[in-house]
């Protein structure tokens, strides 16, 4: 069984910083990929950020691109997501999934496994 768990989350201002960090653990394919996504309230899950293993650069949706930086982990199956200059419109809880795949897509529903979310708030 696979299991997501992400950290990390809380209460920043606008223009801060927070640091989420996503543990894979369970049987996994060397080929795979780890990604973020985020839901605001009342909107639909947006992309936000991925990465494949044990090699490829890094995949970022529209409203992470300059601002997020995603990176493999020092523990294995991890990844960070560094979130600089955050704006109030990145409140949001964010999840953390994986395939056995090292192909990223931005659709959900590629996914198979994810964690249970962190909650990002972003104050004015």
């Known amino acids: 069984q696979v299991i997501v768990e992400e950290s990390g989350g809380g209460v920043v201002q606008a223009g801060g910083s927070l640091r989420l960090s996503c543990l894979v653990s369970g049987p996994t394919a060397s080929g795979r990929s780890i990604v973020w996504f985020r839901q605001a309230p009342q909107k639909d899950f947006e992309f936000v950020a991925g990465i494949t293993s044990p090699s490829g650069g890094p995949v970022y949706g529209n409203s992470a691109k300059g601002r997020f930086t995603i990176s493999r982990g020092t523990e294995k199956k991890s990844v960070v997501l560094q979130m600089t200059n955050l704006k109030p419109d990145d409140t949001a809880v964010y999840y953390c999934?994986?395939?056995?795949?090292?192909?990223?897509?931005?659709?959900?529903?590629?996914?198979?496994?994810w964690g249970q979310g962190t909650r990002v708030t972003v104050s004015p």
């Open positions: 999934a994986h395939t056995n795949d090292y192909r990223i897509r931005e659709a959900r529903s590629w996914y198979d496994n």
